[in-house]
């Protein structure tokens, strides 16, 4: 036998790659182009949500997001608190609606699904991590303060704390 060649080796046809990115809320089939969401009116189109319009024959389906939202299973939490949240909520919950709103126009699965009141300040939650992600960072570059990340790659879930 050769060396190097001991032992058991896996042939490729047998081998099992672990999935980079595992969502639950995504389609597990393509879906056809001009499949529209009945909850929002997002359409479906090469291969990706937007907010063209689509005729009234189309197929429908649920987008990731409006699955999200019913389901009440958040993709990305931040939690915004501190001495200066207090002082400015209106302004800082102004730019989280930006953020939302700039995001939401290019990418309907991104959106806020709840602001709602917690200790010391706000919880928002999101449909995408990439949203909550640019959401802490819009608050950073604007106000400075403390900002930290917790990735769960398994779970495909982001927690972002800022304070100030």
Do not use: P, S, T
């Given at each position: 036998m050769?060396?190097?060649?001991?032992?058991?080796r896996m042939l490729r046809r047998e081998q099992l790659l672990p999935e980079l990115v595992h969502d639950s809320y995504r389609s597990r089939r393509k879906l056809s182009d001009m499949t529209r969401c009945p909850d929002c009116g997002?359409?479906?189109i090469d291969g990706r949500w937007t907010w063209q319009g689509a005729p009234a024959d189309t197929a429908e389906e649920r987008c990731p997001a409006c699955h999200r939202v019913r389901d009440r299973f958040p993709a990305g939490f931040v939690s915004i608190g501190g001495k200066f949240f207090s002082s400015h909520?209106?302004?800082?919950l102004g730019r989280v609606a930006n953020c939302e709103r700039e995001a939401k126009h290019d990418r309907p699965v991104e959106r806020i699904m709840a602001i709602e009141?917690?200790?010391g300040g706000v919880l928002v939650t999101t449909t995408d991590p990439h949203l909550a992600r640019r959401i802490g960072e819009a608050l950073y570059d604007a106000?400075?303060?403390?900002?930290?990340y917790h990735y769960n790659k398994q779970d495909n879930l982001l927690r972002v704390a800022w304070q100030r």
């Open positions: 050769k060396a190097g060649r001991q032992g058991f997002a359409v479906y909520r209106e302004e800082i009141d917690a200790e106000y400075k303060g403390d900002l930290a």
